[in-house]
Every structure is written in C-alpha cells, then in structure tokens.
C-alpha cells in the first residue's frame, strides 16, 4: 500500500549500541525489499537487500530479518555510530511488471553521543 | 559508480510558471528512470516511470499533462512542472536502473522546488 502519515516514527540510541528498525509491509506478493537511508536533503542510499525465499541477510554492521508470515521487515545496526543519523525507508517491489519501488513510512534513528 | 544527479538541486520560481529537473545517470546507461515525490516528512510517492524512447507511465492521481517527463536519452531524464503551483512545493527525487537482473534503484540527490 501507499505510505501515509505525517509523522515519522523515530528512534533514539546511545552511541555505539545496537537499533533495529522495524517496518510491516503491504504486500503479500512483494518478493524483494530494500532498506534505504535518507540523509536530510538528499536521496535515498542503498544499504541492504533480500528476496522473499530468504529471512535473513547480513552485511557491514547491518542486518535485514523478513517474516512473510506477518509482512514484516526489520533492520538492525550494530554499534551504532553518529553517521547512522539518518530516515530509514524499508522498500518493497514485485518481481513482474516494471519493478516499482513502494516506499513505507519510514523512522527516523537518531544517535546520541 | 553507479552515480546520479540531479539539476538543479533548489529552485524557486512563481506561481504560473514551469521548471524543468534534469536527472543523469553519469556512469551507466539506464534503461528506466523513475520520479518520485516527497513531502516534508513524509516517505516517497512513485510519480512515473519512463523507458528510453517511450512515453512515460504514470500511477493513479499524477497528472500527466503537469508533469511532463522525457526520457530522451539512456542518460538524461526531465521532469516538467507545468503552471506550477505552491501544492506543488516538494522534493523531487529521480532514480535510475540498468537493465540487469537486480531490482537496486540508483537515488539522485533529489531537487527542492519551491513554489511561491
């Protein structure tokens, strides 16, 4: 579905812990998801990707979990550090048509020193 | 690489007038590009996607006669804004996909309209 609201969630941590950010897609055909991160002012940045027949991919200090049971995507950072700062949008597409990208909310992290 | 821009990143124009983005892809060609709108803390909106050489398709409730987009090349993508309109005050983010087999989406930087 089509993201709405006015406020974005947020989340705050304390420097050097972990976060993990949570996202509940829509739907149920979505067979691949991306996190993004969007730094105020500028475009979204690719961080991590998964396709539905996995439920966990890790990268550099990122981590994504996917349940399809319950449409629902996580993100976790390990050791957070103050570049982390940023809006996180968790993306959904399917794997026909013109690969269009769905955009949820979106939470804002915010790192303290 | 994998690198996009956008031009102008701000502008500012008056009501009743109309302004072009510009979006590139500077090291790849790419076989779509896509224009999403964002509103001050809001998420993306898909506005279109426009194939090299074809007319671009646009999702439900964007006005195509308003937002006129030529992909005129594999490099260079333009948003129109027709008679623009302080509603249409927002970011404009392009992205940019080549023809492999992944679905990643390369962002632009995004542009700050501002209409007064």
């Known amino acids: 579905g089509e993201s709405v609201g006015l406020h974005l969630p947020t989340l705050s941590v304390q420097e050097g812990d972990n976060s993990i950010i949570n996202c509940a897609y829509s739907n149920s055909a979505s067979d691949y998801f991306i996190w993004y991160k969007q730094e105020s002012g500028k475009g979204p940045q690719f961080i991590i990707d998964i396709r539905s027949n996995m439920d966990k991919r890790q990268g550099q200090r990122v981590t994504v979990l996917l349940n399809k049971t319950v449409k629902h995507l996580s993100l976790q950072i390990a050791a957070t550090q103050p570049g982390d700062s940023a809006v996180y949008f968790c993306a959904e597409t399917t794997d026909q048509g013109a690969q269009k990208l769905v955009f949820g909310q979106g939470t804002r992290l915010t790192i303290n020193p | 690489g994998a690198v996009v821009s956008q031009h102008p990143s701000w502008v500012i124009c008056k009501s009743g007038t109309s302004v072009k983005i510009e979006c590139r892809s500077l090291?790849?060609?790419?076989?779509?590009m896509f224009w999403y709108r964002q509103f001050p803390k809001q998420s993306l909106m898909l506005m279109a996607t426009s194939n090299e050489g074809s007319k671009a398709t646009y999702e439900q409730g964007v006005e195509k006669d308003k937002f006129l987009i030529n992909h005129a090349s594999l490099t260079l993508s333009t948003l129109t804004v027709t008679s623009a309109h302080p509603e249409d005050s927002s970011f404009y983010i392009c992205?940019?996909?080549?023809?492999?087999?992944?679905?990643?989406?390369?962002f632009g930087p995004g542009t700050r309209l501002t209409v007064t």
């Open positions: 992205s940019a996909r080549t023809g492999s087999l992944y679905y990643e989406q390369y």
């Open positions: 090291d790849f060609q790419a076989t779509t």
